[in-house]
């Protein structure tokens, strides 16, 4: 049900190419230049849409680009589920307790839609580009974010080859085991980050569709809208959870509560 889940997502259709188009040409007008081809739908969602680009100078390359309508959409989705968790509350009090979780995603929603820091955090998590844990011949690839004058309702990235983990089962078993495995160790080693920092920066989608093998069998980590900011309190807590189960254990808590593969 994950993977099918993960497939509907990425089917919805958000907004037209056209409209796409137009948010590129008036909010990045100079990457709009650059363009010769707006290519296929990638992926996205309600919020945002991502497309392949063919560029005038025949590189190709990823762009996520905002909704025009997004905040409006998701405030009106959120009222709705608002008001309808109240109704449900008058008769049976146990409804009220979710009501709070509807302001902090409310807040998740705000900052991904307008976050100032995230060019920043993006170089800060670039870092990570190159990273393999000892024994292990794959690394970790951060796809290059290219800054396009859009901010936030457009962004550039790396076009990178390969298969999302959402095709798992298709992989060969050792691939597929060298794969998360890979995966597994570089998401411990994001919560755990270095003991100079006060804060650490951790993917805040790490799910399926947002990890790649690629043709030479490195991670690909994708879809980096927004990040989570860990203390060291944070930190410490969430590392011993992973620190005291056995490898099995830490593997499938891993596999099915924070990538979510089938």
Do not use: C
Request: aromatic share 10%; net charge negative.
């Amino acid at each position: 049900y994950k993977a099918k889940f993960s497939e509907i997502y990425d089917s919805v259709k958000g907004q037209s190419k056209m409209s796409a188009w137009e948010t590129i040409k008036t909010q990045a007008p100079e990457y709009a230049a650059q363009i010769k081809r707006l290519k296929s739908r990638l992926g996205g969602g309600s919020l945002f849409s991502v497309y392949e680009v063919e560029l005038k100078d025949g590189t190709h390359e990823v762009v996520r680009v905002l909704n025009p309508n997004a905040l409006w959409l998701a405030l009106s989705h959120l009222k709705i589920v608002r008001e309808t968790l109240s109704t449900l509350a008058e008769e049976d009090s146990r409804y009220s307790k979710a009501l709070p979780l509807l302001d902090l995603i409310e807040a998740w929603v705000r900052q991904e839609l307008d976050d100032p820091s995230f060019e920043q955090d993006e170089k800060i998590f670039g870092r990570w580009d190159g990273w393999k844990p000892d024994g292990f011949d794959a690394h970790v690839v951060v796809p290059k974010t290219y800054v396009s004058g859009g901010g936030v309702k457009v962004r550039r990235e790396e076009k990178i080859e390969g298969d999302n983990l959402t095709a798992l089962d298709s992989f060969e078993p050792l691939e597929r085991k060298k794969i998360v495995a890979l995966a597994a160790q570089h998401y411990i080693a994001q919560i755990r980050g270095s003991p100079i920092e006060t804060e650490t920066l951790v993917h805040s989608d790490i799910s399926a569709g947002n990890l790649r093998r690629t043709p030479e069998g490195n991670l690909a980590i994708l879809d980096r809208g927004m990040y989570l900011k860990f203390n060291m309190e944070d930190r410490l807590f969430l590392y011993s959870l992973f620190t005291a189960a056995t490898p099995a254990e830490k593997m499938n808590t891993l596999v099915d509560w924070v990538w979510g593969l089938p």
